[in-house]
């Protein structure tokens, strides 16, 4: 039986209860990659991706923004996350490849992970649980390897996408997805990051873009597209990212990698170090998305471990969207940041 044909008969057909608890289906680089990229459920992550980076278009994060109920209580979910930190304190005695106590705190996450989310949920979603659930635990980083990489936060984002698709958040939510609940899940797994030592999951050293995250870049380019003064360049200077990290992903990222590494930009950032070259954010951004496909949702380290069930099918898409093809439609004219 192939991956496609047992992913297909772990979904029912009918019954109240059509979740199911998600499983791994990219096993063959060769034969499951390609299908995945024609999959169902990478249409519907790289549509909703595609749907925030629009609704995120020139807006800034200190932005007034409505925070419906469901954002309010994944921030809360979030915020608990953070806590929990505090209960697994990382271990004194020295230690190579990341912090043990990371394996603990991703044991506690899976234990309460049912509790947490019929906390976020209605009881009339709590059958989903047993499928969102996953998606969860898996986006803090891995407890084993004690690493954490574009992998978990895609996800993350896939799990973002679950509830819309169940119907908890609201398609309006959109913008405050991103500039509230990821930026919110950003400073989580930084503060993670920092505080279990944890490895780089699949990084190509100083010639990947970041050693964890990918979509502030993306997103964060969005952010930026239509700016009337700020270019790439200015990533380079420090007081421009000490102005603007507070407000802009792109350059909250890159200030975060200089508080984590030492020696000239252009030699431990080379990627993103030509990038600033480029004279225009549409232009960034565009590439971004290209590069998202190409360097996680095309790269089999990385996505080998991404779940599939009834909310993120393991079938043909039943969308004939090209996605290669996107091109980021212009914003209202009044949403030019200040």
Known sequence: MTNQDEAKASLPSSGADTFVVPVKCIKDESKDLPFFQTSEAYARIMSYILALNTAVLNRKVSDPLPESEPIKKILALLDTLDSWI?????????????????????LLLEEKATTILEDLLPNHLHPAIKELSPYLTQSMGHGTRIDYGSGHELSFVAWLCCLEIIGFSPREDHTAVVLRVFVRYLELVRKLQKTYQLEPAGSHGVWGLDDYQFLPYLWGSAQLRDHPRMKPIAIMQQRYLEDFAPDYMYFRAIQSIHQTKRGPF??????????????????VNSGMIKMYKAEVLNKFPVVQHLLFGSLLPWRPSDTSEDFSTFAVPPPPATTIPR
């Open 266 to 283: 252009h030699e431990h950032s080379p990627v993103l170090f030509e990038i600033s070259g480029v004279p225009h954010w549409t232009k």
């Open 86 to 106: 505090t209960l697994v304190p990382p271990k004194l005695d020295p230690q190579r490849f990341g912090n043990l106590a990371f394996r603990e705190y991703v």
